[in-house]
């Protein structure tokens, strides 16, 4: 943190904002983050991107926590509303997702480190901590992806462009099809009928002019989806 000189300070508290559509995992993530009251403080939370962008700008935090999936347009939104009034504001996307599209379009936007939603307590604090003083933050396997994305491995405007195409329930039955789920188990997996697993497939299958199943099995491994 910094002073009014805007000399550095002591670390902490961080000032923390967290953004989750899930109330539950926001009571839980403020409940461990309050075992550490010396090291951060959440001063706001957000549910969507609307609300998110409201609680960042009344309160600008040192950092943002943010998971990827929101209502409103996601979490890389969410960066690209805030830093066009707020550079500054710092995002560590937390996220249950370690998807290639989902990491690389958060830090694209402008996020400055990436971990799931496995992490320990300590460790998090720990990644707000660098994040909050310009470091950046990814596990091993993430870090990977940023790293073919710089390199050109993976094309990531392609990803993006095709990607945006999708819903984000077409995004979920392309995954599922390129792990192998049946029609039926993807049914049972997303609680939506046959019927619809069929009508998704048929869209995603149009909307990335692919044929069958195989591509799209092929489409969606090229780029590290699965």
Same mark, same amino acid.
């Given at each position: 943190?910094?002073?009014?000189?805007?000399?550095?300070?002591?670390?902490?508290?961080?000032?923390?904002?967290?953004v989750?559509?899930?109330?539950?995992?926001?009571?839980?993530?403020?409940?461990?983050?309050?075992?550490?009251?010396?090291?951060?403080?959440?001063?706001?939370?957000?549910?969507?991107?609307?609300?998110?962008?409201?609680?960042?700008?009344?309160?600008?935090?040192d950092?943002?926590?943010?998971?990827?999936?929101?209502?409103?347009?996601?979490?890389?939104?969410?960066?690209?509303?805030?830093?066009?009034?707020?550079?500054?504001i710092?995002?560590?996307a937390?996220?249950?997702?370690?998807?290639?599209?989902?990491?690389?379009? /958060?830090?694209?936007?402008? @996020? *400055? !480190? =990436?971990?799931? #939603?496995? $992490? +320990?307590?300590?460790?998090? %604090?720990?990644?707000?901590?660098?994040?909050?003083?310009?470091?950046?933050?990814?596990?091993?396997?993430?870090?990977?992806?940023?790293?073919?994305?710089?390199?050109?491995?993976?094309?990531?405007?392609?990803?993006?462009?095709?990607?945006?195409r999708?819903?984000?329930?077409?995004?979920? /039955?392309?995954?599922?099809? @390129? *792990? !192998? =789920?049946?029609? #039926?188990? $993807? +049914?049972?997996?997303?609680? %939506?009928?046959?019927?619809?697993?069929?009508?998704?497939?048929?869209?995603?299958?149009?909307?990335?002019?692919?044929?069958?199943?195989?591509?799209?099995?092929?489409?969606?491994?090229?780029?590290?989806?699965?």
């Open positions: 943190m910094s002073n009014d000189a805007g000399t550095v300070t002591t670390p902490g508290p961080w000032r923390i904002v967290l989750d559509d899930h109330g539950i995992f926001r009571a839980g993530v403020r409940h461990e983050l309050g075992r550490y009251a010396d090291q951060v403080e959440v001063v706001g939370e957000g549910e969507d991107v609307d609300s998110s962008v409201k609680a960042i700008v009344a309160t600008l935090p950092v943002v926590l943010l998971d990827v999936h929101l209502p409103g347009g996601g979490g890389a939104e969410v960066v690209k509303q805030v830093h066009a009034r707020h550079p500054e710092k995002f560590l937390l996220s249950v997702s370690d998807a290639a599209e989902d990491v690389i379009g /958060v830090i694209r936007a402008g @996020a *400055r !480190g =990436y971990v799931t #939603k496995s $992490i +320990a307590t300590p460790e998090l %604090i720990e990644a707000i901590g660098r994040v909050a003083t310009n470091d950046a933050v990814f596990s091993p396997r993430l870090a990977g992806f940023v790293l073919d994305a710089f390199s050109g491995s993976i094309d990531v405007a392609s990803i993006d462009e095709d990607l945006d999708l819903s984000q329930r077409e995004r979920e /039955v392309l995954k599922l099809i @390129a *792990r !192998g =789920y049946s029609y #039926k188990e $993807i +049914a049972r997996e997303l609680f %939506i009928s046959i019927k619809t697993v069929e009508t998704h497939v048929s869209s995603v299958l149009r909307k990335l002019q692919l044929s069958n199943r195989y591509q799209l099995t092929k489409w969606a491994t090229d780029r590290k989806l699965v």
